[in-house]
């Protein structure tokens, strides 16, 4: 086991590697001169010619890369252009408010899917499996933007229950930092009155963000339950008179759901990148937002960091995936 | 079990959809819902969010005040000019106490200056353009500007220059950098208010709590607001149902016209309309095929459909204006009359063009700013008349930083951009001065690559020349002459809509800042 988990380690180097050029190359070969951006609105000529070359950007691509790589090597990210501040500082401060979200969004994508998935194969072929079909295909197909938007005049204008933006309301003092997850650190502390805002806060993204997460798990929950009842000895115990729900929560759903815990993983790396719109919309502080303005000024080794930790994000929960399958699964292990 | 899981659920979304007190209900604290600049240092950014910090953290010599924008004595008492043009002294306040309580001195101001100078960021611009020789402190009060020429405008740039306090910032130099790292996101002034920097996330939160110390006390306002939370909405849309809902006090001063209906109906939210000095334009790039030839410029400067644009468009939520200098600014040409919307004399100047040899077949590209819907609609409304008089344009949606870093040379300078120009320093020079002067090319401003020797010869007369009155007919020679040319498309000076809860009060407007400074605002009961 210990070496596979080594060479799935080293198997990410490359890819961590790769995507940094890409990544690099892109942000660099569009016709944008990070020195103008550096030196800012009504910087004269003469400035922007003094900025280039006071910071390296009229060296070829290549010594610029190389210098990058360096520096991530010795886990240095480089100063933001925008903030002024090392983009370490920058993402270490907002990463937590994006976690929490993420964290949320999944707990109720998979808390309310697979139950959903259960009772979809369950009842498969009736109105409610039907039901539930339309509601997965329109949780993908839905722009999360538009959604956001429904929910936001409906929970916060129209029924005023909730808030609209932000992480806690302005008047909230925020509990003290342990974890920087507000919710978690408000309990840990004791403030139940920033609890109560932290959840109130994190409703309408968390619900948001988990949308598109809820109708995959619902989907493949769906298909695992319904293949696993196919099986034989589903089919002699349904014979022997088993009671159903015993059946379908203790042999069924343990058996089905596989599938389903692999894609909760990879689920979770795709819901940090889809943080961005909604962190936007809701006025979230975290990583998506901040990515976004990296990219609207320009800020390159701010969108270089970012794409960065998502890369490592998702290559740790591609090991972690594989980890499991490989315990599940002795052969995996054998294979790779 | 079921019961349990149902009853905890209940449980959940009580407590989540329990009512909360709206945020900017507080006593005597203003959610200050506009934009944040990249970073706090006063003397790096120098744009429109930057006036929220050298405003209101920090005090210069010089102030603007006021719409139309007057030139106020501020930390200076007064000034003099040597007959030259060329020294420039100004007497300082005693007294006054930046916020760790040590006192402001003509030191200060020198160092804020070789600062500025030395950072070489957005905000030396302007005054390196002055060409200052030397900058002295005579005395504990009193500081010498010498220039290498007279710059008539020099009085007009010395508020952008903002006075920071050396004893704080010098202990966080690293390296060259004038502690630049620091200072980006603490405070080192003697404004009118303190920033608090634990409360800070760039572009995102920043608090503000009242310097009852402040030089100029409190005396015009009798109850101000003692904690500002500035807390930026990006996004339009959350920003405009924020105001509605009174999480924000206030909005950013690019209100989208289509929403001032929209808040209008709506009880406790105020928008105030001021006319500003901010002018939209629509660039050409006068060396590249077919706008190097003045039939084309024409043809597209006839092409656009003002009216439509202002009246149905931005709801007449601005005034047009068809040359290069803000309408309610001295050295206006008055009486220009531009170009009108007019498809047949587009169409016969393209036709011009054509027989000339110019390639008005070709695609062309115009460039607009993403996030900003103005520029979206502009272009539009562009492409849809042109189309009919058989041009084909592309909308292309950009970046701020791409399209500026883009204009540092002719050929990678888009066909066509859009773009406002505001009032930085209230002086032709702002506008005009360095838009069309070929010595600046490679700027943003000068991104039309316009050259014409006659046009540069005024702008540089003007520049020198100490006398108002010469320089304003200076300049309006100079803008006849680029109009006639058809340099580039002027569409408007802009009505700035800023949504406000009504219980903020005493909003003054500058063109200057948009209306930032908060010392004067207060809340209602």
Known sequence: MLRFFLRRVLLVLPVLFGLLVLTFVLVRIVPNDPSAALAGQNATPEQIVEIRAKYGFDQPLIVQFGIYLRQVVQADLGTSIQSGRPVARDILQRLPATLELTFFALLLGAGLGVPLGVLAAVRHNTWLDHGLRFFTVGGVAIASFWFAIMLQLFFSMQLDLLPLRGRLGTAMTPPAQLTGLFVLDSLLTGRFDAFRDALRHLALPAVTLSLGAMATITRFTRSGVLETMQKEYVLYEIAAGYPRGLLIAVYVLRNSLVATITQIGLLFGALLAGAVVVESIYDWPGIGSYAVTAIFTSDYKAILAVTLLLGVVYSIVNILVDLIHGLIDPRVATEL | ?525
């Open chain 2, 1 to 525: 079990m079921r019961a349990r899981l149902l009853i905890l659920v209940a449980v959940c979304v009580v407590v989540v959809v329990s009512g909360a007190v709206p945020a900017a209900a507080q006593d005597n604290v203003m959610v200050w819902g506009d934009s944040l600049p990249s970073n706090l240092d006063p003397h790096d950014p120098y744009d429109v969010p930057s006036a929220l910090i050298q405003l209101n953290v920090y005090d210069n010599l010089y102030r603007y005040q006021g719409n139309p924008p007057q030139l106020q004595p501020w930390l200076a008492e007064s000034h003099t000019a040597s007959r030259d043009g060329r020294t420039w002294e100004f007497k300082l306040r005693k007294g006054v106490k930046f916020h760790d309580g040590s006192e402001l001195t003509a030191e200060d101001v020198v160092w804020s200056i070789q600062r500025i100078l030395g950072l070489g960021k957005a905000a030396a611009g302007p005054l390196k353009a002055a060409k200052i020789e030397n900058v002295s402190a005579v005395d504990k009060h009193t500081v010498r500007f010498v220039l290498e020429k007279p710059y008539a405008p020099f009085l007009s740039i010395i508020p952008v220059a903002t006075i920071a306090n050396r004893r704080v910032v010098e202990p966080h130099v690293k390296g060259n950098d004038w502690g630049n790292a620091w200072l980006a996101s603490n405070g080192a002034g003697s404004g009118a208010y303190i920033l608090d920097p634990a409360s800070y996330i760039p572009t995102k939160a920043l608090d503000l709590k009242r310097h009852a110390g402040h030089f100029m006390g409190w005396s015009h306002n009798a109850k101000p607001i003692d904690l500002i939370r500035v807390r930026p909405v990006a996004e339009t849309t959350t920003r405009v149902l924020a105001l509605m809902k009174g999480e924000i006090d206030a909005g950013d001063s690019y209100l989208p016209t289509d929403q001032v209906e929209r808040l209008s109906k709506v009880k406790d939210v105020v928008i105030h309309r001021n006319e500003s000095m901010r002018i939209f334009i629509i660039r050409m790039n006068n060396t590249r095929p077919p706008f190097d030839n003045v039939d084309f410029r024409r043809c597209m400067s006839h092409a656009f459909n003002y009216d439509a644009f202002i009246g149905v468009i931005l709801k007449n939520f601005a005034e047009r204006n068809p040359a290069p200098i803000p309408k309610n600014l001295w050295g206006y040409p008055e009486g220009i009359k531009g170009y009108e919307f007019n498809l047949a004399k587009a169409r016969a100047e393209c036709d011009k063009a054509k027989a000339k040899g110019a390639p008005v077949d070709r695609e062309i590209q115009l460039h607009i700013q993403t996030g900003l819907d103005q520029t979206m609609q502009a272009a539009q409304l562009f492409q849809s008349d042109v189309k009919k008089i058989g041009l084909n344009m592309k909308v292309v949606p950009n970046t701020w930083p791409n399209l500026t870093a883009s204009t540092a040379k002719p050929d990678t300078t888009p066909d066509m951009w859009i773009h406002w120009v505001s009032a930085y320093f209230i002086d032709p020079e702002n506008w005009i001065g360095t838009m069309y002067d070929s010595g600046l090319h490679g700027t943003w401003k000068a991104s039309s690559w316009y050259k014409n020797p006659n046009v540069d010869e005024l702008l540089r007369s003007a520049r020198t020349n100490p006398n108002r009155e010469e320089r304003a007919k200076l300049y309006q020679q100079a803008a006849r002459l680029v109009v006639d040319d058809a340099a580039d498309i002027w569409v408007y000076n802009t009505v700035e809509l800023r949504g406000m809860r009504a219980r903020v009060m005493g909003f003054k407007f500058s063109p200057v800042g948009s209306g930032s400074e908060l010392r004067h605002m207060f809340l209602a009961n």
